[in-house]
T-cell receptor
């Protein structure tokens, strides 16, 4: 079974530009979530999608957005890039579909490393 | 908001030695996850603990959950170079949150 695939793996942008990152979840997984990882803040939750609906969003400015397609693939977009947006962006998928007491095991991709100059 | 504090922040051990990493939560734990990360790469799931007193083992790694103390510990027996990496604990946000809150991680180096 193929794992979570993220593209691109590495990218360099300049301040003010925008970027789109892509994530293909494990086949059959309908929940996709995104995390930002930086040396200073660690891993922080961005948002989670299930069946094309955003169910939860972290404490990030509106420049960060995402969406999920009918095939469960997801994209996230960051507009008007700032130097502080340089980070490893990780996508995770999960087979948990209900709203039980636990989020469940997340399967992470290798990440997209964004550098903003 | 929930915060997880991991200790120590970094650890250097001789191959063959045992070690313990701790994770303390500022709030009630609904579920505690342990992940391992190689530098700059994705996270690899190790274990999930849900109930107080629960203990799970996989190969030479054992994790325990103390619900009352809002703590979890990860113990590695007879460490090997393959154990090197960053260990992260993540707390479940509870029903309907669909997110994990992570600690800052513990960087483990194993010297042959």
């Amino acid at each position: 079974k193929a794992g979570v695939t993220q593209t691109p793996r590495y990218l360099i942008k300049t301040r003010g530009q925008q970027v789109t990152l892509s994530c293909s979840p494990i086949s059959g997984h309908r929940s996709v979530s995104w995390y930002q990882q930086t040396p200073g803040q660690g891993l922080q939750f961005l948002f989670e999608y299930f069946s094309e609906t955003q169910r939860n969003k972290g404490n990030f400015p509106g420049r960060f957005s995402g969406r999920q397609f009918s095939n469960s693939r997801s994209e996230m977009n960051v507009s008007t890039l700032e130097l502080g947006d340089s980070a490893l962006y990780l996508c995770a998928s999960s087979s948990i579909i209900g709203s039980g007491t636990n989020t469940g095991e997340l399967f992470f991709g290798e990440g997209s490393r964004l550098t903003v100059l | 908001s929930q915060e997880l504090e991991q200790s120590p922040q970094s650890l250097i051990v001789q191959e063959g030695k045992n070690l313990t990493i701790n994770c303390t939560s500022s709030k009630t734990l609904y579920g505690l996850y342990w992940y391992k990360q190689k530098y700059g790469e994705g996270l690899i799931f190790l274990m999930m603990l849900q109930k107080g007193g629960e203990e799970k083992s996989h190969e030479k790694i054992t994790a325990k959950l103390d619900e009352k103390k809002q703590q979890s510990s990860l113990h590695i027996t007879a460490s090997q170079p393959s154990h090197a990496g960053i260990y992260l604990c993540g707390a479940d946000g509870g029903a309907g949150s669909y997110q994990l809150t992570f600690g800052k991680g513990t960087k483990l180096s194993v010297i042959p």
